[in-house]
């Protein structure tokens, strides 16, 4: 069955950001900004689409900027103060862009519903091209994805399961360059 996380884990994946998940059922989200700060988001695990909305929204610019002006120029950190609003706000953005795109995924999620199936189901699927939906096959540690909304059993082959899943979500290369 797929799960919601493992969406969203996808998403992040897309988004360039790095996905850890601990025992306690918490994740942490890690990504570098353009000036080359590291960037960690940690979050309890329980809804993570909301808990990143809330992130990116408590996300203050300025609070972020502030300590980091007092050690301008040391230990890594960009020696213009221009220079660290800049990535303060491209930090933002970037927040944003994770925040959003696990809502929409979160959206897609719920209305593809995609189904796990058996090579054997997938066969009768592309053959009959019932019934209406979308499918992931694992088969041979390959993921065949069936994109059967239209009736037609579009279908692909990924060497990665997250990859097939974003495939089956429309976040292929297409879509990307056309946003």
Same mark, same amino acid.
């Given at each position: 069955?797929?799960?919601? %996380?493992?969406?969203?884990? #996808?998403?992040?994946?897309?988004?360039?950001?790095?996905?850890?998940?601990?025992?306690?059922?918490?994740?942490?989200?890690?990504?570098?900004?353009? !000036?080359?700060?590291?960037?960690?988001?940690?979050?309890?695990?329980?809804?993570?689409?909301?808990?990143?909305?809330?992130?990116?929204? /408590?996300?203050? &610019?300025?609070?972020?900027?502030?300590?980091?002006? !007092?050690?301008?120029?040391?230990?890594?950190?960009?020696?213009?103060?221009?220079?660290?609003?800049?990535?303060?706000?491209?930090?933002?953005?970037?927040?944003?862009?994770?925040?959003?795109?696990? &809502?929409? $995924?979160?959206?897609?999620?719920?209305?593809?519903?995609?189904?796990?199936?058996? %090579?054997?189901? $997938?066969? #009768?699927?592309?053959?009959?091209?019932?019934?209406?939906?979308?499918?992931?096959?694992?088969? /041979?540690?390959? !993921?065949?994805?069936?994109?059967?909304?239209?009736?037609? #059993?579009?279908?692909? /082959?990924?060497?990665?399961? #997250?990859?097939?899943?974003?495939?089956?979500?429309?976040?292929?290369?297409?879509?990307?360059? $056309?946003?």
């Amino acid at each position: 069955m797929v799960e919601l %996380k493992e969406i969203l884990k #996808a998403k992040a994946d897309q988004l360039g950001w790095g996905w850890h998940e601990y025992d306690d059922g918490s994740i942490e989200l890690e990504n570098w900004s353009p !000036a080359g700060e590291d960037i960690v988001v940690t979050l309890a695990g329980k809804d993570i689409a909301e808990e990143m909305v809330k992130y990116s929204s /408590d996300f203050d &610019v300025d609070e972020h900027v502030e300590p980091l002006v !007092a050690i301008r120029g040391t230990r890594g950190v960009p020696s213009s103060i221009s220079v660290l609003v800049t990535d303060a706000l491209e930090i933002e953005k970037m927040l944003d862009e994770l925040a959003c795109g696990f &809502v929409l $995924a979160e959206d897609g999620f719920l209305t593809a519903q995609i189904k796990e199936v058996t %090579k054997e189901e $997938a066969e #009768a699927i592309i053959g009959t091209r019932k019934p209406i939906g979308v499918f992931l096959c694992m088969e /041979d540690g390959r !993921a065949v994805g069936i994109d059967n909304r239209t009736g037609d #059993a579009w279908t692909e /082959d990924f060497d990665d399961r #997250a990859d097939c899943l974003k495939w089956l979500l429309g976040w292929n290369k297409e879509s990307e360059e $056309a946003e």
